[in-house]
Nanobody, 113 residues
Framework: QVQLVESGGGLVQPGGSLRLSCIMS????????MGWYRQVPGNQRELVAR???????TYSDSVKGRFTLSRDNGKNVMYLQMDSLKPEDTAVYYC???????WGQGTQVTVSS
């Protein structure tokens, strides 16, 4: 059974940093495309960053240059390093494994002074 568990969210001041983790069990992380998404109540879930099987990464324009996705195949963990955080980054962040799709339960990130 495939399971994804996110952690690392919390409250941070504008300009601060957080690192999110997504631990996957029941599947090898290196064999699948994976991504980080975020959702604000009332809005659709949006893609933040994505990594393909061969390691190619893409980022949304809103986070490019501030967020960094990485993957540790040995630990079966995907990370999202978030720097220079802004209030508009406040959302619930989810990790996803693709084809077939599996989602984590989400972790709340709040950027506020």
């Amino acid at each position: 059974q495939v399971q994804l568990v996110e952690s690392g969210g919390g409250l941070v001041q504008p300009g601060g940093s957080l690192r999110l983790s997504c631990i996957m069990s029941g599947s090898n992380i290196e064999g699948f495309a994976m991504g980080w998404y975020r959702q604000v109540p009332g809005n659709q879930r949006e893609l933040v960053a994505r990594i393909t099987v061969d390691g190619s990464k893409t980022y949304s324009d809103s986070v490019k240059g501030r967020f960094t996705l990485s993957r540790d195949n040995g630990k079966n963990v995907m990370y999202l390093q978030m720097d220079s955080l802004k209030p508009e980054d406040t959302a619930v962040y989810y990790c996803k494994r693709e084809f077939p799709d599996y989602w984590g339960q989400g972790t709340q990130v709040t950027v506020s002074s």
